[in-house]
């Protein structure tokens, strides 16, 4: 077993999310994730006893809803020229099942720092590492109003999810 440092691929990552209105639902999409991880692995995969690391982070300006006015107003409700990127923080694992990591961790959005816990499914492909996840929040936590106009009213509660690829770091 050996603790090794992976590196995000940025042009092979991707992060989606997922919210709902009153009116349709809302969907936004961003390449360019971008970061490390840290993990004990092992020939076949992680190691059953691991500790885990890792950074990531994503512009603002990257998340894209296909709606140009959309992401013009949630550019300007993120307050993203002051706040451009959105970072999360591996802290500690909680517990190892199979290729599943129990993680916390933090995320900071907007200039506030949440605590937060999920699940991140490691898998091995080749050298490389496929790093999936999901998980709900209710963007109230980070300071963040839904907009509310006239008939329609954004939900608070979106779900984010990631695939990442990631591949040893060169020495």
Do not use: Y
Request: with cysteine; proline share 5%.
């Amino acid at each position: 077993m050996t603790t090794t440092r992976f590196e995000l691929d940025p042009d092979r990552s991707q992060v989606w999310i997922e919210g709902s209105s009153s009116v349709h639902p809302i969907h936004a999409t961003a390449t360019g994730l971008a970061g490390w991880f840290e993990v004990d692995v092992t020939t076949k995969g992680l190691a059953a006893k691991t500790g885990a690391s890792g950074h990531v982070e994503i512009p603002v300006q990257r998340l894209r809803s296909g709606n140009p006015l959309v992401d013009r107003e949630t550019r300007r409700r993120v307050d993203a020229k002051r706040f451009p990127l959105i970072v999360g923080e591996i802290t500690s694992v909680d517990g190892v099942e199979r290729q599943v990591l129990h993680l916390r961790g933090v995320i900071a959005f907007r200039g506030e720092s949440c605590d937060v816990q999920g699940d991140l499914v490691v898998t091995r492909d080749g050298d490389a590492l496929i790093l999936e996840g999901e998980q709900a929040f209710d963007v109230r936590a980070w300071g963040l109003q839904p907009p509310k106009v006239l008939m329609l009213t954004v939900h608070p509660e979106v779900t984010v999810r990631i695939r990442a690829e990631a591949r040893p770091q060169s020495k």
